[in-house]
Structure formats: C-alpha cells, structure tokens
C-alpha cells in the first residue's frame, strides 16, 4: 500500500504526473483497499456502510462562489426505504402502471419485487462513478 | 440505534451561521402525545387502504434505526445548509 503510494509520489516529483492525477491516483487507491476500520473485519474486504455523493463545481455562473455537495447515506437507510416499497398496496401499483404506461413508459411495477431491489442495493458497494468536467466533478462511491 | 442528535446548520448570505442542535429522544418525549394521535391516524390509514399496520411500523422503526451516520452538506456561494444525524 505504502509502496504505491510512494511510486505515486515519486512518479510526481519526476514530473511525469500533474499534481491532480496524484491525488485522483492516491484517492483510487484508498478506496480500491480502504483501511481496515474496526468491526468490519468479517470477510475478504470490509463491506461499505455509506452511499456518497460528492460534487464540487468551480463554475461560479451567476452565484457568488463555487457550488459543493457532500451527502452520505447509510446503505441500511436505503435497505429500510426499498422494504417500504412493499407495503405499496397492489391497486396503487396498477394505477401507476396504468399512468407510466400512458405516459409512454410501460413499466409493470407489480413484477418489481423487493429482493430484486435489495439485490440492486447489495451490489451499490461496487458502484463508483466518477464524473470530470472542466470545472466541476462529481463522485458516486460506497465506502 | 434510534437517530440521538439531529444537527442543522444554514449559513446565510450575509455569513453568518445559524445552528440547530436537535435532541431527538427529549423532542419525542415532548413530543408524545402528539406523536400517539400520528400513530392512531396511521394505522387508520392502514386500514383504509389495506396495508398491513405491524409491517409499516416496522418499516418506519427500521428507517428511524438506519438515519444515524446520514449527512447532506450543500454550499453554493456564501450559502450553506448542513444536516447530519448522530
């Protein structure tokens, strides 16, 4: 772990790398082999407790600054949420089916069943999404 | 673990910051009263609409226990509004 992280510096005091791919290289890094955080030991790596949203925007458009956002949510919140789904009683369903599928999205939600969604949820932790734009980037990562 | 301490925090467009620091469990307790007619009008609700009561409570119990460790930060500008749950 230390190694790479030296080969990274290293690679930037060469001047081979800018000081952003650095970090971006190092932050990779982290979240490739997070820490091993107490409790969370059980298993071949540590299972990821929160959902980040992280978006930091330089592109200052008519406000007097930069826009940042930072949200975590714990996957268990969005375990909780998604069993709630199946408290949705069956004719409410038909009717939103009716509605989507006249609104041209013919989506039949009464074959969404929960285990699908909690299934969904259990793999989130090997989502990351990592959007870079000139002036804004926005990251989608468990940890 | 039910939510303990739920904190807000906005900042103004003049700078300056306004913080709330919510105790969860006196607020409920404060609170009661009003919170067994909200479960009463529930669970009519329930019934109207045929949705199985104990598996609601369940549900909203297990949301309750899932909010600690949620934080929502958004800045833009001189603007801020921060809410975390403990």
């Known amino acids: 772990m230390n190694e790479h992280r030296r080969q990274i510096l290293e690679m930037l005091a060469e001047g081979k790398i800018t000081a952003d791919e650095a970090e971006r290289l190092i932050d990779a890094l982290a979240r490739e082999q997070p820490g091993s955080p107490p409790g969370t030991a059980s298993g071949t790596k540590g299972r990821p407790k929160y959902l980040r949203v992280v978006l930091n925007s330089e592109d200052d458009s008519g406000l007097d600054g930069p826009t940042r956002m930072n949200i975590r949510i714990p996957l268990q919140l969005l375990r909780a949420g998604v069993r709630l789904t199946s408290l949705i009683p069956p004719q409410a369903l038909t009717q939103v089916n009716a509605q989507l599928a006249k609104s041209g999205v013919p989506i039949d939600l009464t074959q969404l069943k929960p285990q699908h969604i909690e299934d969904l949820v259990e793999h989130l932790d090997d989502i990351i999404v990592d959007l870079d734009e000139p002036g804004s980037k926005i990251q989608v990562f468990c940890e | ?86």
Do not use: D, K
């Open chain 2, 1 to 86: 673990m039910i939510p303990q301490l739920v904190t807000v925090r906005h900042r103004r467009a003049n700078g300056r910051w306004l913080r709330f620091y919510v105790p969860v469990l006196p607020v409920l307790l404060v609170l009661s009263p009003l919170l067994l007619l909200a479960v009463l009008g529930g669970l009519i609700a329930c019934r109207i609409f045929r949705v199985s009561a104990p598996g609601a409570l369940r549900g909203i119990g297990r949301l309750l226990w899932a909010l600690p460790g949620s934080r929502f930060e958004i800045e833009e500008g001189r603007m801020a509004f921060l809410v975390s749950v403990r």
